[in-house]
Structure formats: structure tokens, C-alpha cells
């Protein structure tokens, strides 16, 4: 299962996150699944939130390549500590495209039923994203 679960997180990432393969979120994704991140403003629910704010990173950020730092999976759980690079073409979180070529660390820990992501519990570096995006001075307090 540990395996298996790994791989599911790994390819939504690589393949759907960073790939845009947005076709195969039926695949890897409960028809319930639920997002927990502290970045958005209320939680994701179901296939068409989780599609819409990925069309949305996609459409802001160009060439996103997404490296898996680390796996550790126990039972019905993956955590996955990954790094993001893309460059910020169009507006997100509000902010302009600013051309800044970024990264962003991040991890993420899914929950995994009957072989697809029930529940997601994300953690990125909002705030050195947004220092990279000059929104934020790295001397300004958070």
C-alpha cells in the first residue's frame, strides 16, 4: 500500500500539477476529496475545485517543473516534500506577472483510500513565494 500510495502523490504532482494531464484528476481523485491549505481562502471540494485551482497555478505560473524531494508513507498516508520552479507570467494571489523565475518548497500529506487521494493537507512557502514575486520586502515582518 505504502508503494502504491507514493505513486499515486507522485504522479499527481508530476503528472497533473506540473504536466497539466488535468484528464486524469477522475483517476487519482476521490469524487469527495477534500483540500486543506492554509494559502486558500475556504477548502477545495470534489474534481472541479481541484481542477479549477490547478487551470489557475497553470495559467499564472509557465513551464512548472516539480521535483519529489522525499516520500514517507505509513498506512492510508504519503507525505511528500517537493520543490516547485515556474516563472510567473500571469496574475495570482492577486499579484501582476512579474516574469520572476521562482521556487517554492513545499509538503503536502494525502490520504489515500481505495487507491485515490481522499484528503490533501498542503504546506508551500507562501511567503517566499511571495518575496519572490516583490510583493513582500525580505526585511518587511510577515
Do not use: C
Request: charged share 25%.
Amino acid at each position: 500500500m505504502a508503494a502504491q500510495s507514493k505513486a499515486i502523490a507522485r504522479r499527481y504532482l508530476e503528472d497533473v500539477f506540473a504536466g497539466g494531464e488535468l484528464d486524469a484528476i477522475p483517476e487519482l481523485f476521490a469524487p469527495d476529496y477534500v483540500e486543506h491549505d492554509p494559502a486558500s481562502e475556504e477548502e477545495l471540494r470534489g474534481h472541479d475545485a481541484v481542477r479549477r485551482d490547478l487551470a489557475s497555478y497553470q495559467i499564472a505560473l509557465a513551464g512548472i517543473e516539480i521535483t519529489v524531494e522525499d516520500q514517507i508513507a505509513e498506512g492510508d498516508r504519503v507525505a511528500t516534500r517537493a520543490t516547485l520552479r515556474a516563472t510567473h507570467v500571469e496574475e495570482l494571489f492577486g499579484i501582476a506577472p512579474t516574469g520572476a523565475r521562482v521556487t517554492v518548497t513545499g509538503i503536502v500529506i494525502h490520504h489515500v483510500v481505495d487507491g485515490r487521494l481522499a484528503e490533501g493537507w498542503w504546506n508551500w512557502d507562501t511567503l517566499g513565494l511571495l518575496r519572490q514575486f516583490g510583493a513582500l520586502s525580505a526585511t518587511q515582518p510577515a
